[in-house]
């Protein structure tokens, strides 16, 4: 009797035994085996190949499974993407932007031209694809606003011994006989950006109550090496008379960003500018504006002078003369001084506001 019981004990340990080797052939070293293990799998728990429990994962999951602070992110990651996201404004054709701005003061529409004057070189083709951009810039400006935009290469009038800048006197008197609709013509020089294309000239400074708040009173007008004139700019200035808006910076006015009306007043004053006796005098054309302003009474009494930012911002400078965020353009001038046109340019063109983004904004 007590060897059969001894046999079956036998029997079974042996039985025991190719159970487990079956169970290893078949699910491989550290397999969970056990009933209690089996319950464990639940929990992300393995047996490794010391017998210690750890959190790697079950035996189904890759060795390098996401833990639980990347199924976190993921999970993050798939709120934000099905939150909903501002749309970004689509780039509009010119068609799609024409008069878009509605705009109401006069003038209005194709009474204002914006014109580039240029022969492609001087001191800023540092700028890579200056003409280019510029084009784009002005063209969606005045698509937006119902303007015209005028190109004229100036070196149809270029002559020898004259310095080229002298040419666009020429070109502003060309633009008022090509559009013969135009009341007023706004040259902007080509290294500028139009950074705030809202901005509708009439409710800006063109119409006259606009006007009378933007005009510099009692601001000395300076002479071209700083100094004062002995001249301020007066308060009996009668805004219906006004011909001509400047800006002035430190030293004197700034040709970059002129207006002119059509009327005799200034058919005369751009015949007498490129007088050649002022172009022998002067080494620029700028210097021979402010010399007319400053000798001439009748000029002044058809200038408004403006604070700079008002029309013509510097792409550096202090609060009075440096760009700030709300202003209408910004120019380039004098940045070669410390060659960083290109650099300046980049970073100004990337910050302006488009005509696109402006419409999208007014449609949200």
């Given at each position: 009797m007590l060897r059969r019981s001894r046999l079956v004990v036998a029997l079974a340990l042996m039985a025991t035994m190719a159970l487990i080797f079956v169970s290893l052939s078949t699910y491989g070293r550290g397999a969970i085996i056990t009933e209690g293990l089996q319950e464990s799998k639940s929990s992300n728990l393995v047996m490794d190949n010391s017998a210690q429990v750890n959190s790697l994962g079950t035996e189904d999951k890759a060795p390098n499974a996401?833990?639980?602070?990347?199924?976190?992110?993921?999970?993050?990651?798939?709120?934000?993407?099905?939150?909903?996201?501002?749309?970004?404004?689509?780039?509009?054709?010119?068609?799609?932007?024409?008069?878009?701005?509605?705009d109401t003061m006069e003038p209005k529409g194709k009474k204002i031209?914006?014109?580039?004057?240029?022969?492609?070189?001087?001191?800023?083709?540092?700028?890579?694809?200056?003409?280019?951009?510029?084009?784009?810039n002005r063209e969606e400006y005045c698509a937006y606003h119902d303007y015209v935009y005028q190109f004229i290469n100036i070196s149809k009038y270029h002559i020898d011994g004259r310095p080229p800048v002298w040419s666009k006197i020429p070109a502003i008197q060309e633009s008022f006989e090509i559009n013969s609709g135009a009341e007023w013509v706004w040259l902007l020089d080509t290294d500028a950006i139009i950074m705030t294309p809202q901005i509708d000239l009439a409710k800006h400074i063109l119409d006259p109550e606009s006007m009378k708040t933007r005009i510099a009173y009692d601001a000395p007008i300076t002479l071209t090496d700083g100094k004062p004139s002995g001249l301020t700019v007066s308060r009996d200035i009668d805004v219906q008379n006004i011909d001509m808006i400047i800006a002035q910076d430190e030293i004197g006015v700034n040709a970059g960003s002129i207006l002119f009306r059509r009327s005799e007043w200034t058919k005369s004053l751009l015949q007498n500018w490129v007088h050649p006796d002022h172009v022998k005098q002067h080494a620029n054309e700028q210097d021979a504006l402010n010399y007319l302003i400053i000798n001439n009474d009748d000029i002044r009494k058809h200038t408004a002078i403006l604070p700079q930012r008002v029309i013509n911002a510097f792409s550096v400078g202090g609060e009075n003369m440096g760009w700030v965020t709300g202003d209408l353009a910004v120019h380039f001038a004098g940045c070669w001084v410390d060659n960083a046109c290109d650099s300046r340019w980049k970073d100004f063109w990337s910050r302006r506001v488009t005509v696109s983004e402006t419409i999208a904004s007014h449609q949200s």
């Open positions: 996401p833990t639980d602070e990347d199924t976190s992110k993921e999970q993050q990651q798939q709120i934000t993407d099905s939150s909903p996201q501002p749309a970004q404004p689509s780039h509009l054709t010119l068609d799609e932007m024409r008069n878009k701005a509605r031209v914006v014109l580039t004057a240029t022969d492609g070189k001087g001191n800023n083709g540092a700028i890579e694809n200056l003409i280019e951009m510029v084009t784009e």
